[in-house]
Antibody, heavy 121, light 111 residues
Framework: QVQLVESGGGLVKPGGSLRLSCAAS????????MSWIRQAPGKGLEWVSY????????NYADSVKGRFTISRDNAKNSLYLQMNSLRAEDTAVYYC??????????????WGQGTLVTVSS | QSVLTQPPSVSGAPGQRVTISCTGS?????????VHWYQQLPGTAPKLLIY???NRPSGVPDRFSGSKSGTSASLAITGLQAEDEADYYC???????????FGGGTKLTVL
């Protein structure tokens, strides 16, 4: 069965950095695009970024562009999110999700349990 | 505010039918991009409920159905059950933003 397990969340000061990881199992990781989606406390879902299966293509939400970097290691079945210059408004649960669909019409068919990132002094 | 607009809340009694709307614009739903729906039970991660406007993943009961017309989409739930109480989100792609977009979410209360 598909399993996605995030780690790396925690408390960080404004301006600080954090690296999230997502360990995937139960499917051929290198065949799928992958994505990060976040949810601020008590708020809705916000797409953050996705990466192609071979890492050749990435896309970011404007709110994180230039500060966050998505990457993957297909040999380790792992997805990453490097978050720099963190702001209070980045406080959220970050979900790793598998991407399905075609071209731009992607959707997220499996989600991890999420990891909480809190940005506060 | 979200690019896709959903009502903040809907409610219904057990056994009833409810619908949740998702209104977009000419740069997302109206441009022909597919709409997908997710269910988020309290304290859990979202789960894919409907993909490609009207398709159900394996394991999703046929009480859940999706449709799309013009710049809007709808999720219908028939035979409402207590376990359906959750937040529901629509999702599509926006060509102006060149980004995946979600609706603001709708909280379903089963009375």
């Amino acid at each position: 069965q598909v399993q996605l397990v995030e780690s790396g969340g925690g408390l960080v000061k404004p301006g600080g950095s954090l690296r999230l990881s997502c360990a995937a199992s139960g499917f051929t990781f290198s065949d799928y695009y992958m994505s990060w989606i976040r949810q601020a406390p008590g708020k809705g879902l916000e797409w953050v970024s996705y990466i192609s299966s071979s890492s050749s293509y990435t896309n970011y939400a404007d709110s994180v562009k230039g500060r966050f970097t998505i990457s993957r290691d297909n040999a380790k079945n792992s997805l990453y999110l490097q978050m720099n210059s963190l702001r209070a408004e980045d406080t959220a649960v970050y979900y790793c999700a598998r991407v399905d669909g075609k071209a731009l019409e992607v959707y997220f068919d499996y989600w991890g349990q999420g990891t909480l990132v809190t940005v506060s002094s | 505010q979200s690019v896709l607009t959903q009502p903040p809340s809907v409610s219904g009694a057990p056994g009833q039918r409810v619908t949740i709307s998702c209104t977009g614009s000419s740069s997302n739903i109206g441009a022909g991009y597919d709409v997908h729906w997710y269910q988020q039970l309290p304290g859990t991660a979202p789960k894919l409920l409907i993909y490609g406007n009207s398709n159900r993943p394996s394991g999703v009961p046929d009480r859940f159905s999706g449709s799309k017309s013009g710049t809007s989409a709808s999720l219908a739930i028939t035979g409402l059950q207590a376990e359906d109480e959750a937040d529901y989100y629509c999702q599509s792609y926006d060509s102006s933003l060149r980004a995946v977009v979600f609706g603001g979410g709708t909280k379903l209360t089963v009375l």
